[in-house]
């Protein structure tokens, strides 16, 4: 995984070089902090480690610059200390927050939880089976080079089907997980969204992916 520092300081840089290819991360950085946002975007780093005290602009403008584009993992690495920084980075989208000087087993450790928490999200977050993809965090089902995108509950039914592939969920079972409430639910609801779903599916070339049990349920 790569990791792309903002540091306008030669010696930290150098410190933080070394100590991040120790333990097997890739290392990337830019003096053109001028630009650096666009620099930290295209070099398609996994974890930013941002200092505040910069060149041209601070590193608050540069976070808030990187999140109008993209969810990359923040931690912003400063000398600057009270709580009004933290709360000010945190607040502006950083994902974590660590004052100089800082204790390099800590960092390393923040590093880690921080990657492994956002990208085991993002793996768990696709479904795939019989050839069709499912997004659950941009609530998209593709195939092929086809994709539609999805509502709430039409996700909801594919996420439950595909996560027990191969079993038959009874109809109760999905209006229990859809709407989750003591409220009656007509099952006239459920059929709506079934019918809006396979004809979605059917517009990407999987006419036939969800099966009917007549009587009990569905599955996949």
């Known amino acids: 995984m790569k990791i792309f520092v903002v540091e306008d300081e030669t010696e930290i840089c150098k410190e933080l070089s070394v100590l991040l290819q120790k333990y097997g991360y890739a290392y990337e950085s830019s003096t053109d902090f001028a630009h650096i946002a666009d620099h930290i975007l295209k070099a398609e780093a996994d974890l930013v480690l941002l200092d505040i005290n ?115 969920i009874p109809r109760d079972a999905i209006i229990d997980e859809l709407w989750q409430s003591d409220e009656f639910i007509d099952e006239n609801t459920l059929n709506v969204n079934i019918v809006r779903l396979r004809k979605k599916l059917s517009e990407i070339g999987t006419p036939d992916y969800l099966e009917t049990k007549r009587g009990f349920g569905y599955k996949v």
Request: proline content about 3%; hydrophobic content about 40%.
């Open 54 to 168: 910069l060149p041209y602009q601070d590193g608050y403008t540069i976070c808030h610059e990187i999140r109008k584009q993209s969810d990359i993992p923040i931690i912003v690495l400063t000398s600057r200390n009270t709580d009004f920084d933290e709360l000010m980075s945190l607040n502006i989208g950083a994902d974590d927050f660590i004052s100089k000087p800082y204790n390099a087993q800590v960092l390393i450790a923040r590093i880690q939880k921080i990657l492994k928490r956002t990208y085991e999200a993002q793996v768990n977050s696709v479904l795939i089976h019989k050839g069709l993809t499912i997004n659950l965090l941009k609530a998209t089902a593709s195939y092929g080079d086809k994709e539609v995108d999805l509502t709430k509950n039409e996700l909801g039914i594919l996420r439950l089907l595909v996560v027990n592939k191969g079993n038959v």
